[in-house]
């Protein structure tokens, strides 16, 4: 498979436009709006290059998942008018955002690890044993929602009751969002067994549509939502004394940490093996998950979606 070209951003000539790490959007009327999946990375809460293929297989991949969970939950999705473009409902993000754990793992102030290594045994709502394991599963699915950042800021971790003690969402919506997004990371976790992964945990982001349907927004269960392990070098790497082995961007963030940068100032160059290794990744977890193979196309990614788009945009571009 060749690698062809990539996408860092693309001009649609629309007004309203808004960015965010790895898409780029428009509002359009009829109360939605038109997403274009770029090609950027994000490492350490910064922007990192360009990996071939990502943008299509990140809004593929989401695509496919709407359509696998539609008997569980209504989502934005309207149309895909091209691969890296989806045309959206232009749904009220809950103010809340909800990870579901399957795996003691984590090193953030979100993580189950850090509380738990610290003595920790009651969180989130259940009671955690003594005799844990890092990376191994926990008892049950643990949801741990947050508030959703804006501006630039960072989630903030909160308890179940605090979602409905602060007013962010009313007992009878949370308890719903709650089912949910278990029943979703369920069906997840059965997919994700059967193409040789782990799915260790996810973020989930709804919203209410204009009609006050809830609905799954974002993308779903793809190696930027979700942390997938593989399951078949996992019991080794962890007998070892190793972490488990990600599909996902982990190339680069080795790179970047081997090459001594943790996030401040300017990142180092990264030779080219590392973005091309970090592409097939994402192309090799998109046809293990979904059993199609991946067809990227050979027109200029940017000219394509201004040709698939122009019943869209018009003469505006």
Known sequence: MAVGDTLASVDLGLPGRFSGKVRDGWPLDGARRLLVTTDRLSAFDRVHGLVPHKGQVLNQLAAWWFAELADVVDHHLLDVPDPNVSV???????????????????????????????????????????????????????????????????????????????????????????????????????????????????????????DGRLLLIDEVHTPDSSRFWDATSLEARLAAGRGPESFDKEPVRLALRAAGYSGDGEPPVLDASVWTETSARYVSFYERLTGRTFEPGSTPIAERIHTNLSHLIGGAA
């Open 88 to 210: 959206c409902i232009d749904a009220r993000p809950l103010p809340v955002e909800v990870v579901v754990r399957s795996r003691l793992t984590g090193s953030t102030s979100t993580s189950i690890l850090p509380r738990y290594e610290a003595g920790e045994r009651e969180m989130y709502g259940i009671t955690l044993p003594d005799g844990l394991t890092p990376h191994g599963p926990l008892p049950e699915a643990i949801i741990t929602p947050t508030t959703k950042a804006v501006d630039g800021g960072h989630d903030e971790p909160i308890t179940s009751d605090e979602v409905v003690s602060r007013g962010l969402l009313d007992a009878e919506l949370w308890g719903r969002v709650r089912r949910v997004a278990l029943e979703i990371f369920a069906r997840g976790t059965t997919v994700a067994e059967a193409a040789g992964f782990v799915l260790a945990d996810t973020k989930y982001e709804f919203g209410l549509a204009p």
